[in-house]
């Protein structure tokens, strides 16, 4: 089992910067991926970004592709999203999951059906 605790969102104008983090618990942090996906009003959840279990593998959907900068803490069990030049179209409830049991690949790590555990989301909120 794993649990997991978004922190970070907020109300920002367009251009400011945001640092998500999600705080995860139960099992051993480093055995597995992360990553984090976002769903704004009337939409779909989309991928974000992604990290490998040892945060040499990280991948990023072309919406925050040059913006946004993931990265993970194993010590603290910790991983982080920063999003640069934050633009109206990044609002969104953000949420961060945990990707166990599967082979994490770039084709894999972008469906968010290869992930077992989510957490409950965070809201970012950009101002034009």
């Known amino acids: 089992q794993v649990q997991l605790v978004e922190s970070g969102g907020g109300l920002v104008q367009a251009g400011a910067s945001l640092r998500l983090s999600c705080a995860a618990s139960?099992?051993?942090?480093?055995?597995?991926?992360m990553g984090w996906f976002r769903q704004a009003p009337g939409k779909e959840r989309l991928f974000v970004s992604s990290?490998?279990?040892?945060?040499?593998?990280?991948y990023y959907a072309e919406s925050v592709e040059g913006r946004a900068t993931i990265s993970r803490d194993n010590a603290k069990n910790t991983v982080y999203l920063q999003i640069n030049n934050l633009k109206p179209e990044d609002t969104a409830v953000y949420y961060c999951?945990?990707?166990?049991?599967?082979?994490?690949?770039?084709?894999?790590?972008?469906?968010?059906?290869?992930?077992?555990?989510w957490g409950q989301g965070t809201q970012v909120t950009v101002s034009s």
């Open positions: 990290i490998s279990r040892s945060g040499d593998k990280p």
């Open positions: 139960g099992r051993k942090f480093s055995t597995y991926a």
């Open positions: 999951a945990a990707f166990v049991g599967g082979v994490y690949t770039l084709v894999l790590a972008t469906l968010g059906t290869q992930y077992d555990y």
